[in-house]
């Protein structure tokens, strides 16, 4: 089945500055991949997805790039803010069949003021 | 605005007792989940449905079965609770792929702790 690898496990930087979520995936049918947040006390929320007919996709702030040769894809948040600070997920999942996503581990991100 | 709830906050339980957690949704979703998650270890698909009477394991299905009579509410039974099972548990729910919309909605959680 899936397998997701998720890295780094945490993350801490200074406001401003940029972070980066990497994750790879085996099975190479996978062709959805999104990104959640998950606030401390609060439930995981959809912030970004990419689909793999697509290389990258950017809202405001984020990034998700996609290298589907390779079989990795990377969340990019810029000019970061204390309100990034969270748990971040990345996960894949197929199309048709099933719509189970399989989840990373997980990154905490920490945005020092 | 989607919904999605869940019976519990948190939930105090004795080694061998069933136990019964429920998760409502309001948008019609055909697809249902439920997860565990741990600490270091993320989100653990347990089970899933994609239609009334419909169920599908995750990967760790061991120790659970679940129940979906009506679209809109998915159980997850947890026959004999076991201390192992002490966990945060979370239900999610979507629209079928077909529709072009994946996000899952997830609800607050519900804590579980198994003495």
């Known amino acids: 089945g899936e397998n997701v690898e998720q890295h780094p496990s945490t993350l801490s930087v200074q406001e401003g500055d940029s972070a980066v979520i990497k994750c790879t995936y085996s099975?190479?049918?996978?062709?959805?991949f999104p990104w959640y947040k998950q606030e401390l006390g609060k439930r995981p929320q959809l912030i970004i997805d990419i689909r793999s007919n697509v290389g990258e996709k950017k809202d405001q702030r984020i990034a998700v790039t996609l290298n589907k040769t390779a079989k990795h894809f990377s969340l990019h948040i810029t000019e970061t803010q204390p309100e990034d600070s969270a748990v971040y997920f990345c996960a894949a999942s197929k199309k048709g069949g099933s719509e189970k996503l399989v989840f990373g581990k997980g990154t905490k991100l920490t945005v020092n003021p | 605005d989607v919904k999605v709830t869940q019976s519990s906050r948190y939930l105090v339980k004795r080694t061998g007792e069933k136990v019964f957690l429920e998760c409502v949704q309001d948008?019609?979703?055909?697809?249902m989940f439920w997860y565990r998650q741990d600490p270091g270890l993320g989100l653990r698909l347990i089970y899933f449905?994609?239609?009334?009477?419909?169920?599908e394991k995750g990967d760790i299905p061991e120790g659970y079965s679940v129940s979906r009579e009506k679209k809109e509410r998915f159980s997850l039974i947890l026959e004999s609770a076991s201390t192992n099972q002490t966990s945060m548990y979370l239900c999610a729910s979507s629209f079928f792929w077909t529709s072009g919309r994946n996000e899952q909605f997830f609800g607050p959680g519900t804590r579980l702790t198994v003495l």
């Open positions: 449905s994609y239609d009334v009477k419909m169920k």
């Open positions: 099975d190479s049918a996978s062709n959805y």
């Open positions: 948008m019609d979703h055909e697809n």
